[in-house]
């Protein structure tokens, strides 16, 4: 299934080689795309900058869910494409989007815009003291690949700063989660004891200050560790799978932020399945999934795997299923559908967690014709939302290998979903 492809290698499995160990090559500078009929006009955005917080929230759940960076707030929604590229913003009241630059003058096609990113870790786009953060990579020397840094700006896209810079290869990390001031550092790496080699695995709490880092977890064992973190305002929760060969264990943890104690919650082998996804709702009930693959879904209860087949869909019309805020979502293809003549055909099932339906039916891609005709589906980056929409983050690609993402928003109102563009950027 092409169609899903990017996201199913990313996201699902317990693989260890989906997690960066590595700063990813540098994204090519970034131009906009003068084809698109989008608001994502320079000028009107960098004048504009409308974008103004509320409060501080802990880091996006659904982004760290999905290996992307974006938050949103009762205002705004700000993004990094998945593949990098630069800060979005999206102001809901007036409809205005764009890069989030703040820069007069700026036609954000080079990385002296202060919207640039280039290619960052997953999950670290986060908001803390009235400023967007993010893990980026400090390149000193134009030679050398880079080092991670944590950046901060403000949400109008001004005074961005580089506030803390460390050294990937002294330290190593395959993922960094911003949030509320701190980098939650997951790292796994082999080591050897007289020509014994295991791996070890750290997770480490790292103030954004430099002051002294804090370790969670620090093991060793013979098996690749897979670390999925669900964070809330006192409290990180922690599912770590593994393959024991030809069954899985999964572990659940809970790091209390403020006592700075590690709790474990749940322990089970001998799985049938590898369990990397948690979710925890607004009544405080836990499921666990396999990545976003609609097959399996499990609630956590009296320290039991509670089977959760009634949430599934009809799995024969579905082949995803994205924790979101309040809400499931299913996604599959239509009868239409086909790649090689750009015709998507997408369907979904939305519902809350106590099964009612929200809307079930196609999800509409009118704003495809006024893309340029060279732009060929690629693939379906990002899906989430909550009862009042879904947001659709798309890759679409030419000939020579450029790409363009584009982000539409689905209000969900009385059973049927309207499509409105956000914007359209071309990212490498
Ligand atoms: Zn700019």
Known sequence: MLFFLILILCISGCGYQGEATEPVPEVPAVSGDNNTQTNTDASATAEQSPIVLLKEQPLDNRAVYLNGNFIETEDSLYSIPFFGGLIMGWDKTNHIGGPLCGRPECLHNNDQCNAYVGSVPKSSLSLYQNRLYWVGVVKTDPQTRGVPGVYSMNPDGTDRRLELNWDYYQEGINNAYLNQGFVYAVHQKEEVDQADPFLRLTVRMIPIDGTDSVTILDRTGRESVKVMPFFEEKSVWFVLSSRQGETFSAQLLCWDTEKRELQEVLSKEGLSLCLDSIWKTEDGTIFLKNGVTNDHLFQLQDGELLPREDLLPNQEKYDMLYFSNG??????????????????????LVRKWDGTVLYEGPVSMNFQADLNSKWHYHALCALFGDENGLYYEYEWEDENGHALTTMVYYTLAGGTLREELMWAIQTR
């Open 327 to 348: 809400i499931l979502i299913a996604s599959g293809v239509g009868p239409n559908h086909n790649m090689k003549e750009d015709v998507i055909d997408t369907i979904v």
